[in-house]
C-alpha cells in the first residue's frame, strides 16, 4: 500500500527547454501519482510535461484496457493547463477522464476555460473531434472519497486566482501539495507615518494572516511528502515578487519543518534559473538545516520518482 510520485513537469510560469535546464526539466507542472499494488493513477496538473506522461501511459496502461483516470487541476493558469491538447489518450476512444479543479470565473466553467484551448484559433484539432469521454468537476475546499481507499482533502492557497492545496491519504500515507503559493501578508501593515495608518487595522491584519499561515500548516502537518512552491529566495522575493503567488525557500523550508513535514520536495522551479544555480540552492538549504531538523530535502526533478 504505497503513493509513488513522479515528476514530468517542474518549472514555473513557462516551458523553458535548453541546454542550461536538461537535468532538472524545463516542461511545466505535471505531476503522476500511482496508489497501490493496482497502480491507479491519478495526474496532477496538465502541463507541457503532460506530453511525455502520455506516451507512458499509451506504453504502460493502454495495453491493460481503456484509460480511465483523474485529473486534478491546482488552477487554471496557462502553464498549468497548457498540455493538455497534447494528452494523447484524449484521442483514443474509450478513454474516460474526470477533470477537477477551482474555477475562478463563474462565468467561464472548468470545461470552457480547459476545452477552448482546442479550437483552431489555437490548435489544429477542435475539441469536437476527440475520442475520449470527458466530465468536468468545480471543486472548492472539502474532502471527497475516491474509492478503493484513497481520500483527497483541498485547500485554498494564496494566489493571484482560486489555487487548490491537495492532499492525497492511501494506506496510511500522505502526500500534499502546496504551489502555486505565497505565505499569507498582513495587507494593511503600513509605517505609522503613513496617512494611511490604522493601528486596528495594522493589528487585524497581523492575526488574519497568521491564521492562514496556520491554516496551510496544518494541513500539511506531517505530511510524509510535501511538494511546496519554492520559486524564489527570500531576497528575490523581497525585491518586487511580493503579491505574485510564490513562496521562498526559506519560507517553504521553515513551514514545512514546523508542520513536522517528513520529506518536503522543491517545486515550480523558477524559469531563468539554471541547473547548476538550482543546485547551489540545494546545497545551501541542505547545509543550513543539517542538525536542525529531521526532514528530507530534495529538489523536484523530471522523470524522478518518490516513494512513501
Request: aromatic share 12%; hydrophobic share 35%.
Amino acid at each position: 500500500m504505497s503513493i509513488r510520485l513522479t515528476f514530468w513537469g517542474v518549472r514555473g510560469s513557462i516551458p523553458v527547454p535548453g541546454p542550461t535546464t536538461v537535468k532538472y526539466g524545463g516542461n511545466t507542472s505535471c505531476l503522476e501519482l500511482r496508489f497501490g499494488d493496482e497502480d491507479r493513477l491519478i495526474i496532477l496538473d496538465l502541463g507541457s510535461g503532460i506530453r511525455e506522461l502520455a506516451g507512458l501511459v499509451m506504453k504502460k496502461d493502454l495495453p491493460r484496457g481503456p484509460i480511465r483516470t483523474s485529473v486534478f487541476l491546482t488552477h487554471t493558469h496557462y502553464d498549468h493547463i497548457m498540455g493538455f491538447p497534447f494528452f494523447t489518450p484524449i484521442f483514443i476512444p474509450g478513454t474516460e477522464l474526470d477533470i477537477y479543479g477551482p474555477v475562478t470565473y463563474e462565468e467561464d466553467t472548468l470545461d470552457k476555460i480547459v476545452g477552448d484551448q482546442l479550437q483552431y484559433r489555437y490548435f489544429p484539432v477542435r475539441l469536437e473531434e476527440l475520442r475520449a469521454s470527458i466530465n468536468y468537476h468545480p471543486l472548492k475546499e472539502g474532502s471527497r472519497d475516491l474509492g478503493g481507499g484513497l481520500k483527497v482533502t483541498t485547500k485554498y492557497l494564496n494566489h493571484p486566482i482560486l489555487v487548490l492545496g491537495y492532499k492525497f491519504e492511501f494506506g496510511g500515507k500522505v502526500l500534499c501539495t502546496a504551489y502555486d503559493h505565497e505565505m499569507f501578508r498582513n495587507v494593511f501593515d503600513v509605517k505609522p507615518d503613513d496617512p494611511g495608518y490604522d493601528e486596528a487595522a495594522v493589528k487585524e491584519g497581523e492575526i488574519a494572516a497568521r491564521e492562514e499561515n496556520e491554516k496551510v500548516q496544518q494541513f500539511y502537518k506531517d505530511a510524509d511528502i510535501l511538494v511546496h512552491d519554492t520559486q524564489y529566495t527570500h531576497k528575490e522575493y523581497l525585491a518586487g515578487k511580493i503579491g505574485w503567488g510564490h513562496s521562498s525557500f526559506e519560507w517553504a523550508i521553515n513551514s514545512a519543518h514546523k508542520a513536522g513535514v517528513k520529506h518536503l520536495v522543491l517545486f515550480h522551479h523558477e524559469p531563468l534559473r539554471n541547473d547548476q544555480e538550482l543546485e547551489g540552492l540545494h546545497r545551501a538549504y541542505l547545509s543550513s538545516i543539517r542538525g536542525r531538523t529531521r526532514m528530507k530535502l530534495s529538489l523536484a526533478q523530471e522523470g524522478r520518482t518518490f516513494e512513501v
